[in-house]
């Protein structure tokens, strides 16, 4: 194979590997199903609990927002607020580094990070409601 086609597929496959590392912004903005019944504190609940669980550190909590951080390796970092209330929340993008954020594209990790945090927020108000669900029926059977 000749030098210049080396170099050429070599080029070819450093950019490629470079333009998957960032992806676009990810904000999950999730309004929960009707069929999932939970006040504002059990909504805070399940966003802390979640971050936890996902080995984020919670900075800050009020009642409208949860504010945290992440630490990957001392190399990747991100800041992220959740606003909430007992029906709905939105995962925001604070500040982060080492993630190459620039014109709404970051890297795939914090992609991957906050779409996994989404599905554990869900995931646990689901549980919530079936254990809340199960206790009725077994007070209801119980009479």
């Not at 960032?22 to 802390?48: E, N, Y």
């Amino acid at each position: 194979m000749s030098y210049l086609l080396r170099v050429t597929l070599i080029a070819l496959a450093l950019l490629t590997t470079v333009s998957c590392s960032s992806k676009r912004m990810l904000t999950p903005d999730r309004t929960l199903h009707p069929s999932i019944h939970a006040d504002r504190a059990q909504m805070q609940q399940a966003i802390v609990k979640s971050l936890v669980g996902r080995g984020w550190t919670v900075q800050k909590i009020t009642p409208e927002r949860v504010q945290a951080q992440i630490t990957v390796r001392e190399q990747f970092h991100a800041e992220i607020d959740i606003p909430y209330s007992a029906t709905h929340y939105q995962i925001i993008y604070r500040n982060s580094s080492g993630l190459d954020y620039k014109d709404g594209k970051i890297h795939k990790n914090y992609i991957r990070w906050v779409r996994l945090l989404d599905r554990d927020i869900v995931r646990d108000l689901k549980d919530n409601q079936n254990e809340r669900t199960a206790q009725q029926l077994s007070e209801a059977a119980a009479k």
